[in-house]
């Protein structure tokens, strides 16, 4: 979470501590209109004004603050984010210029996971003044849906169980005036066969079940947004490794991610008729667990031999899939922590994305680069549709080579969207492994920026 204090706040005039934004190239010139004892104070804290560097200078009976940037005049979404890591509790302004894109970076740098442990080292909110306004509560939602992607995913598995994302979808739904409709354990035979078929392993209080929300007006175009929600995967009976069962809390990413957008859609009231589908399972381990070779049926009447119960995740997407496109959508978005393979070809950093348009590629990856969130376009390549073909059933639901992991997952999920339907898929990693400044380790959003920024240009102005 991020304070509850209102860590952005308009720019009265009221007492602030200045920040002087500097850059490397531009120090030397900056420094000399400094006294002595300032340039003394910037030596000592070996400050040169590189990105991310941070002194506080004694000015008279008070101090100031400095900090590094590439660019004062076109501030990023992270530049200030080390400051408010590193400077004392109290409230701060930009000595020139407004903050703009950079309180994203301001608002999450004092995010903290504290759900299972308090930080006794804490100080309290750094408030930044800005006199734009109207800037202050887009950005305060926007941080708060990554911060809500960050707990969900750091929340471990037995508090984020199956159970736990539906009581999700149950305060967003009331918090927007939504409606909210469950199928769970065993009638999901009857509908979502593949959905039960995962998740019917699992214990009883971590029983499967399929959620979908329905927000706005009828008739306006219809976003159906789509989350994978493997609350933990052992990977079934083709069993993983220790190593590689130790983050799977995070194989809910797909649906934290789609949770936090569909509050950003509602919050904003984008003209849109929202459709808000997860299906919520644990991928265990019992006698009751599906098996290789098994056949599944689908809801979309396709039927699925596998070959790996560690793929299970496109298994549940694909019911999932088939029900958004029963509501004859404009635009599906779907979200997954699907593939290594997609982690092995971009690493973290960046979500693969694939779509069936190009046009809708282009939106995603534009507001990505301008929200530093940007997707890495893979492609879903006919060529490869046939490594997915079954000798029993109508398709497998892996391949049986190494190559194109993520393409290839991308291809099975495309034969659940109903045909030419606009639809985009993000397999994102929903995980940190390495902190930077205002991004922890631990649960991130990668794809969620740009998916928002898009919608907002495609449906805002309507």
Same mark, same amino acid.
């Not at 004694?58 to 200030?80: E, H, K, M, Q, Y």
């Not at 442990?117 to 734009?132: F, H």
């Not at 509501?327 to 290594?340: S, W, Y």
């Given at each position: ?24 190239? &531009? ?23 590189? %990105? ?22 076109? +501030? ?80 471990? $598995? ?34 979502? %066969? ?5 998740? &019917? ?19 306006? %175009? ?24 130790? +983050? ?11 949770? $936090? ?14 459709? +808000? ?65 997609? &982690? ?22 534009? $507001? ?6 940007? %997707? ?87």
């Amino acid at each position: 979470m991020i304070p509850d204090t209102n860590i952005i706040q308009d720019d009265r005039g009221q007492d602030a501590v200045p920040i002087h934004l500097v850059t490397k190239d &531009r120090f030397a010139d900056w420094s000399k209109a400094r006294s002595a004892g300032q340039r003394a104070a910037l030596a000592a804290q070996k400050f040169e004004g590189a %990105p991310q560097q941070v002194a506080i200078v004694p000015d008279g009976d008070g101090w100031f603050a400095a900090g590094g940037v590439a660019d004062p005049a076109n +501030l990023s979404s992270w530049c200030l984010a080390r400051l408010a890591e590193a400077l004392p509790e109290g409230t701060y302004r930009l000595a020139e210029g407004e903050p703009g894109a950079a309180l994203h970076g301001w608002l999450l740098a004092q995010y903290r996971f504290d759900r299972y442990r308090k930080d006794d080292e804490l100080t309290g909110p750094r408030v930044l003044l800005t006199k734009s306004v109207k800037a202050i509560e887009p950005a305060l939602a926007e941080a708060r849906a990554v911060a809500l992607v960050r707990d969900l995913v750091n929340t471990p $598995a037995e508090d984020m169980g199956p159970a736990a994302i539906e009581a999700e979808f149950e305060t967003l739904a009331k918090a927007h005036g939504a409606q909210l409709s469950t199928v769970r354990g065993d009638a999901l035979e009857q509908g979502f %066969p593949m959905v039960h078929a995962v998740g &019917r392993a699992a214990a009883r209080q971590h029983a499967p079940r399929l959620m979908h929300l329905t927000w706005g007006k009828e008739g306006d %175009p219809v976003l159906a947004l789509v989350g994978k929600g493997v609350c933990f995967d052992s990977g079934g009976l083709d069993v993983k490794s220790s190593a590689g069962m130790l +983050l799977m809390k995070k194989d809910m990413g797909g649906a934290a991610h789609a949770i $936090a957008l569909a509050g950003l859609v509602m919050g904003a009231g984008l003209p849109v008729r929202l459709h +808000l589908i997860v299906p919520a399972v644990e991928n265990a381990i019992s006698g009751d667990s599906f098996r290789p070779g098994d056949v599944l049926r689908s809801r979309k009447g396709l039927t699925v031999e596998i070959g790996n119960t560690d793929a299970e995740g496109r298994l549940i997407l694909g019911d999932a899939l088939a029900l958004a496109s029963e509501q004859k959508p404009d635009l599906v978005i779907d979200f997954a922590t699907l593939t290594g393979a997609a &982690r092995v070809a971009l690493g973290p950093e960046y979500p693969a994305l694939m779509t069936r348009r190009d046009e809708t590629a282009a939106a995603l990856i534009a $507001a990505g680069k301008a929200h530093a969130d940007e %997707p890495w376009r893979l492609p879903l390549p006919e060529a490869y549709v046939e490594w997915l073909k079954s000798d029993i059933a109508d398709t497998g639901n892996a391949h049986a080579n190494a190559f194109a992991g993520a393409s290839v997952a991308g291809l099975f999920l495309d034969k659940f969207v109903g045909e030419g339907i606009d639809w985009a898929h993000f397999d994102t990693f929903a995980w940190r492994p390495f902190p930077k400044p205002g991004r922890p380790k631990g649960g991130e959003a990668y794809g969620l920026r740009a998916a928002w920024h898009m919608l907002r240009e495609r449906y805002g102005n309507r």
